[in-house]
């Protein structure tokens, strides 16, 4: 009988973590279990659920029969993912703390952690998939379009995909609901988790003001007329809609899906002058970009691909958006069909072609929908 290989599966107190563990030991694999605690600044805090979420996990290895582990990654996850998480929001930018803390903790540091425990391979309950093909190992999405991850994945290279498994990438999470309920996990029905990697859900503005300065100023509307403050640049990201605190300024004859009632959204931010500009309608120009340029690239090929035609994703959730590729010195510009909204400085650009994911940047800047066309 070949006996099949060691895995260490993180498991994080999820429902998702949990039926990848199940399924890997009905596969015959020898299944070992990580529970990851990455942040104790405000461990007792109502937000952050790490002690809550490790009895979880315990009592899920328990049903499955597995050994389970708690390591602390929390010093590697503040030196390599929030430092830089703050770096970013203090430049301007709206930085996405879950694609580098995949790359840094859950495929970098927690991958090191298995293998010196003599793992094989890693396992996730991320949605997504890896296929070997022609001697390379390429990232997937997942089955379940409404739940994949792979945006979030995008910078694992050829290294790290090689040692993954992502057991449910193939299912649904309505599929994985129903698994864990017939096998008896006592955390079938358990809230998925939507704060910040490993921070948790918390009033965001109210956490970030712990650890950035404010330095409130003007609000402009595209007239150049004050009318508003705001807290400080870092507090806000573009197409924000809700907590400018704007009332009684309306702008007449606001451009393509504005008007006199048109919600306000942040259009742009201006670091040098301290100001935020801010426009009514959704569709305003000034929302709209038709290319961005992105820097900080990683292929998950560890090689650009060719230049040309491919979808991409600027946030998670959107529906990939037909674009040209043309690779420059330190990454990459990519131009759109359609105007996409919102491209927001620090976010992921990240490139696919159909349902494989090549990788991506960082978003550094973009081009107003006026200034360009797709030629």
Not at 108 to 117: E, I, N, S
Not at 225 to 249: A, D, M, N, P
Request: charged share 25%; aromatic share 10%.
């Amino acid at each position: 009988m070949v006996r099949k290989p060691r895995v260490v599966v993180g498991l994080s107190g999820g429902v998702d973590s949990a039926v990848s563990a199940y399924l890997l030991k009905q596969q015959g694999y020898e299944v070992v279990a990580i529970f990851m605690k990455n942040w104790e600044d405000d461990d007792d805090s109502e937000y952050c659920s790490s002690n809550e979420d490790f009895v979880d996990a315990a009592a899920v290895a328990d049903v499955i029969g597995i050994d389970i582990e708690h390591v602390n990654f929390a010093a590697e996850y503040k030196d390599r993912v929030f430092a830089e998480f703050l770096r970013e929001y203090q430049g301007g930018r709206t930085p996405n703390p879950d694609v580098l803390c995949n790359a840094e903790i859950k495929f970098k540091a927690f991958l090191d952690h298995a293998m010196r425990l003599g793992a094989e391979k890693i396992a996730t309950g991320h949605y997504a998939r890896v296929r070997e093909q022609a001697g390379k190992f390429q990232l997937l999405k997942g089955l379940d379009e409404s739940k994949d991850q792979s945006y979030f994945l995008h910078r694992l290279n050829q290294a790290q995909l090689s040692k993954t498994l992502f057991p449910i990438g193939e299912l649904r999470k309505t599929e994985v609901r129903s698994l864990a309920e017939e096998i008896g996990l006592p955390n079938a029905r358990k809230k998925d988790s939507t704060g910040i990697c490993f921070i948790g859900e918390r009033p965001f503005r109210d956490f970030l003001n712990r650890y950035i300065s404010k330095e409130p100023g003007p609000i402009k509307d595209p007239r150049g007329r004050v009318i508003g403050k705001h807290e400080g640049l870092s507090f806000y990201t573009l197409g924000q809609r809700q907590g400018l605190g704007i009332g009684g300024v309306k702008e007449k004859g606001a451009q393509r899906g504005g008007g006199e009632h048109a919600p306000w959204f942040v259009a742009r931010k201006d670091l040098e002058k301290n100001t935020l500009w801010v426009v009514q309608g959704h569709d305003h120009p000034w929302l709209l970009s038709s290319a961005l340029d992105a820097d900080d690239v990683s292929w998950t090929a560890d090689e650009a691909p060719m230049p040309g035609a491919y979808s991409a994703k600027t946030r998670y959730r959107q529906a990939d958006a037909a674009c040209l590729l043309a690779n420059v010195e330190g990454g990459f510009r990519l131009s759109f069909e359609e105007a996409q909204w919102a491209v927001t400085p620090g976010q992921s650009a990240v490139l696919y072609d159909g349902e494989v994911c090549l990788g991506g940047g960082v978003i550094a800047a973009s081009t107003p929908v006026a200034a360009t066309a797709l030629s």
